[in-house]
T-cell receptor
Framework: GQNIDQPTEMTATEGAIVQINCTYQ??????LFWYQQHAGEAPTFLSY??LDGLEEKGRFSSFLSRSKGYSYLLLKELQMKDSASYLC??????????WGAGTKLIIKP | GAVVSQHPSRVICKSGTSVKIECRSL??????MFWYRQFPKQSLMLMAT?????????EQGVEKDKFLINHASLTLSTLTVTSAHPEDSSFYIC????????????FGPGTRLTVT
């Protein structure tokens, strides 16, 4: 079967760094996405990785290892507005998005 | 970037009535659109994949006669919740695929449906 695993909830302190991990098993691979979702809103695109390595975009970075079926999202200089759910999704061989259950990130002052 | 709109953003209806939700790709032609449902504190659940000009493909457990999907043009897909019940109350989100970037989906802002 197809499976995406990520932690249910994480807590971090304002100004700190947090890493959210995602492991996956899918039928085929056409890239891995990270989305941010605030309560009551649709997901917004954060990053896309299709090759191994680190992609940096401002305070957010995303890493992919295809051989390990592993990715992480790194958030630096955390701000209160970063409190949200972070969804990991993989595009499989049919270009279907397979979703993780999401990681709720709680930022404390 | 690609923009997808959804209408209405919120709707309240009485039990037994039907509700139609529209999903539009504003600046690209979407041959494929997706309909998701999300219950509170849960992740997105794919309901169906809608291809322009053909019947939608429903995920296991989703009643196709209850959730009618029409994708009559390259920029519009509609989801009709027929004979709605309180348990259908949820956040419904559509996404659209740009054929030039098939690995990515662009999301609409979502529709909050409340059935009383």
């Amino acid at each position: 079967g197809q499976n995406i695993d990520q932690p249910t909830e994480m807590t971090a302190t304002e100004g700190a760094i947090v890493q959210i991990n995602c492991t996956y098993q899918t039928s085929g691979f056409n890239g891995l996405f990270w989305y941010q979702q605030h309560a009551g809103e649709a997901p917004t695109f954060l990053s896309y990785n299709v090759l191994d390595g680190l992609e940096e975009k401002g305070r957010f970075s995303s890493f992919l290892s295809r051989s390990k079926g592993y990715s992480y999202l790194l958030l630096k200089e955390l701000q209160m507005k970063d409190s949200a759910s972070y969804l990991c999704a993989v595009s499989n061989s049919n270009y279907q998005l397979i979703w993780g259950a999401g990681t709720k990130l709680i930022i404390k002052p | 970037g690609a923009v997808v709109s959804q209408h209405p953003s919120r709707v309240i209806c009485k039990s037994g009535t039907s509700v139609k939700i529209e999903c539009r790709s504003l600046d690209f032609q979407a041959t494929t659109m997706f309909w998701y449902r999300q219950f509170p504190k849960q992740s997105l659940m794919l309901m169906a994949t809608s291809n322009e000009g053909s019947k939608a493909t429903y995920e296991q457990g989703v009643e196709k006669d209850k959730f009618l999907i029409n994708h009559a043009s390259l920029t519009l897909s509609t989801l009709t919740v027929t004979s709605a019940h309180p348990e259908d109350s949820s956040f419904y989100i559509c996404s659209a695929r740009d054929p030039d970037r098939p690995y990515e989906q662009y999301f609409g802002p979502g529709t909050r449906l409340t059935v009383t």
